[in-house]
């Protein structure tokens, strides 16, 4: 939790609230609405005997299953905040100046600042809509809250790798990514022995095939990749050499669409 903090700390700053209640298991039959997931593995403990009634998501749709109907909403827009807006209008439902800033914040990160390759026109409009109900201006708040991300002094090279952590499996191969963004990668870089530390015991603790972390430079739009365990699937899927557990990505700042179905597909070839 103190993690979530730490990353959202500049928009719960902003907006003067708290954080919101952290849980990490639920109980059979409990009722609960995945956001931004759907993959059992990126969820909380007991997800596969609680009672899914509503899934709002833009990600990959993999490793689900229900044993009841339920509403399922997946678009592929650059934020699953985008959806919400969405649904918000078609309810007729009033948006609070609060509830814009958090949306568009979302937006704004999942895009970064609309320069990811995953945002859509519906991410860019949406966005801008919240944004005169917040009464913000785009290009100034979005920048210094992406700023005030890419700090990450504070954190210890285990809170570091699991900042932005996801799991992808095939099978029984799992495949961990994780992402953190930053103005300088060599900043990053000074701590890569004890990052790389902490990515093998965590790869040793949950049986992971391959541990990737992007340090993603969010003023131009590259990343540096560090790479532990199957490094030959890597080498595969991008048509790289990894030199000291290390590959540079050029051109790459999407997880979802730039990384993950790229390395899935090299595995199922």
Known sequence: MEIL??????????????????????????????????????????????????????????????????????????????????????????????????????????????????C??????????????ANIDIPTYGLDMLKAGTDLSDFSSEELINIDSKEFANGDYKMQIAQVNTACIEDVLQNKEAIENAMTLFMNEHGSNLFILLITDILNSNSQAIILGDIPIFEKAFSTTVVDHMAFLEGVVSRKKQVAPILLNALSV
């Open 5 to 118: 903090i730490k990353k959202h700390g500049y928009v719960l700053d902003y907006l003067n609230l708290s954080a919101p209640r952290f849980i990490n298991e639920v109980s059979v039959g409990q009722p609960v609405v995945l956001v931004d997931h759907n993959e059992f593995s990126q969820s909380v403990n007991g997800i596969e005997k609680a009672k899914i009634e509503t899934v709002i998501d833009h990600h990959r749709i993999a490793n689900f299953e229900t044993a009841e109907p339920l509403y399922y909403r997946a678009e592929p827009v650059g934020c699953s905040a985008t959806i919400l807006y969405k649904k918000f209008k078609e309810e007729n439902m009033k948006i609070e100046q609060k509830e814009a800033i958090l949306m568009l914040s979302a937006i704004i990160s999942d895009t970064l600042l609309f320069k990811s390759p995953t």
């Open 120 to 133: 859509t026109n519906e991410d860019i409009h949406a966005c801008e809509e919240l944004a005169k109900i």
